[in-house]
């Protein structure tokens, strides 16, 4: 029986987010490839949209002449096409329509949604952070997907049950784990070509060991205390998870070992062949163990 027209439309809407998450993240992909079809359909749908609006402001909308102020009109728009269409269930954006069915279909609303866009404008104006605005800024651009992938993970069959807090608090520590890794990695990006200064009191351009080790620890406290957490998840969830922490982890390994002053002119990255090992390892120990696990 052939699809009806609104079925037949959010079919080719996740289509395109696949492409997105296949063309921007290989560790991301390669994790929802351990989900089923329906949650993989759905977490693809959340990155799709993420990416398109931290697109927008890391250099894909300058590249096409857009200033700040036009940067900030798009995201506004974005946003604005996004509540809609979380409220109606449909939209002419391929990449808003497929968020909005997974929003809708997943409980995702606007508490999740609003703290996002927010920290995506702050990064047309916010050039230096102090510590509680970082605090705010992680917990816009990264905690909150954690939090929206966990809707979706807490649908998946042998989800378990009464232990939502536990959950939550391991979404955000891993999503912050992920942010920081990237602030990291993106140092010469971020703050010598785009401007902006993440970490408090930690000058870019004089950026040393001693304060990456430190950056190093809090990064490695963040995954401990994601990790407990996994164990939590539906077996098919904890796949998946499992291998993004892994392949954070060993991005973490790197980093550690690149000396600081490196960061400024290199972007670290985990092998494919490393990548592929992680992957081969957690499918061997199977859902009920999670990558770094002793």
């Given at each position: 029986?052939?699809l009806?027209?609104?079925?037949r439309?959010?079919?080719?809407?996740?289509?395109?987010?696949?492409?997105?998450?296949?063309?921007?993240?290989?560790?991301?992909g390669?994790?929802?490839?351990?989900?089923?079809?329906?949650?993989?359909r759905?977490?693809?749908?959340?990155?799709?949209?993420?990416?398109?609006?931290?697109?927008?402001?890391?250099?894909?909308?300058?590249?096409a002449?857009l200033?700040?102020?036009?940067?900030?009109?798009?995201?506004?728009?974005?946003?604005?096409?996004?509540?809609?269409?979380?409220?109606?269930?449909?939209?002419?954006?391929?990449v808003?329509?497929?968020?909005?069915?997974?929003?809708?279909?997943?409980?995702?609303g606007t508490?999740?949604?609003?703290?996002?866009?927010?920290?995506?404008?702050?990064?047309?104006?916010?050039?230096?952070?102090?510590?509680?605005?970082?605090?705010?800024?992680?917990?816009?651009?990264?905690?909150?997907?954690?939090?929206?992938?966990?809707?979706?993970?807490?649908?998946?069959?042998?989800?378990?049950?009464?232990?939502?807090?536990?959950?939550?608090?391991?979404a955000?520590?891993?999503?912050?784990?992920?942010?920081?890794?990237?602030?990291?990695?993106?140092?010469?990006?971020?703050?010598?070509?785009?401007?902006?200064?993440?970490?408090?009191g930690?000058?870019?351009?004089?950026?040393?060991?001693?304060?990456?080790?430190?950056?190093?620890?809090?990064?490695?406290?963040?995954?401990?205390?994601?990790?407990?957490?996994?164990?939590?998840?539906?077996?098919?969830?904890?796949?998946?998870?499992?291998?993004?922490?892994?392949?954070?982890?060993?991005?973490?390994?790197?980093?550690?070992?690149?000396?600081?002053?490196?960061?400024?002119?290199?972007r670290?990255?985990?092998?494919?062949?490393?990548?592929?090992a992680?992957?081969l390892r957690?499918?061997?120990?199977?859902?009920?163990h999670?990558?770094?696990?002793?």
């Amino acid at each position: 029986m052939p699809l009806d027209p609104l079925e037949r439309y959010s079919d080719a809407a996740s289509r395109s987010a696949g492409v997105v998450i296949s063309r921007y993240s290989t560790s991301f992909g390669m994790a929802c490839r351990l989900l089923g079809a329906s949650a993989r359909r759905d977490v693809e749908n959340i990155y799709a949209l993420v990416r398109v609006a931290d697109e927008a402001v890391d250099g894909a909308a300058a590249a096409a002449g857009l200033d700040a102020a036009a940067v900030g009109e798009q995201l506004d728009r974005l946003e604005r096409e996004t509540e809609s269409a979380m409220a109606s269930g449909y939209s002419t954006n391929m990449v808003v329509h497929a968020f909005a069915r997974t929003a809708r279909g997943r409980g995702i609303g606007t508490d999740l949604t609003r703290p996002f866009f927010a920290s995506m404008r702050a990064d047309l104006s916010v050039t230096a952070h102090s510590d509680a605005s970082l605090q705010e800024y992680i917990y816009g651009s990264a905690e909150v997907v954690g939090l929206m992938c966990l809707r979706v993970f807490q649908t998946m069959p042998g989800a378990v049950r009464g232990h939502d807090a536990e959950l939550a608090a391991a979404a955000r520590r891993l999503g912050a784990a992920f942010q920081k890794v990237n602030f990291l990695r993106d140092l010469a990006a971020d703050g010598l070509e785009l401007g902006r200064s993440y970490f408090p009191g930690a000058d870019p351009s004089r950026f040393d060991d001693a304060t990456k080790t430190l950056l190093i620890a809090d990064i490695r406290e963040d995954l401990a205390a994601a990790r407990e957490g996994i164990r939590l998840l539906a077996p098919g969830a904890r796949r998946a998870v499992s291998l993004a922490h892994g392949l954070f982890e060993a991005l973490v390994d790197r980093l550690e070992r690149v000396p600081a002053e490196q960061l400024l002119t290199r972007r670290v990255r985990v092998a494919a062949p490393e990548k592929a090992a992680i992957a081969l390892r957690v499918l061997v120990r199977g859902p009920g163990h999670a990558e770094g696990a002793a």
